[in-house]
């Protein structure tokens, strides 16, 4: 495994730890759907038999649903500060 991967994959730990570490302490949904999102893709760059189509397929599904996810982080603490 080379040095970029090691690293790309302890951002992905710390990702993961931080936002499930929130949502342990505020029990919102959108950050155990963030804390899971780097597993996607960490299970995308491992996947080598999936057809190129088929996998930018599937990227674009994990951006979508990425940025829905960020939204309603975004909005969840907006409305935690009211």
């Given at each position: ?15 993961v730890v931080?936002?499930l570490r ?5 029990r919102k ?54």
């Open positions: 495994m080379e040095s970029a991967d090691v690293a790309l994959l302890c951002v992905y730990a710390f990702v931080y936002f929130r949502f342990m302490r505020f949904l959108p950050s155990l759907g963030i804390a899971l999102l780097p597993t996607g893709w960490v299970l995308l760059a491992l996947s080598s038999g999936i057809p190129s189509d088929d996998l930018r397929a599937m990227k674009w599904l994990g951006v979508a649903l990425g940025v829905l996810l960020i939204a309603s982080v975004t909005h969840a603490d907006r409305t935690e500060a009211r």
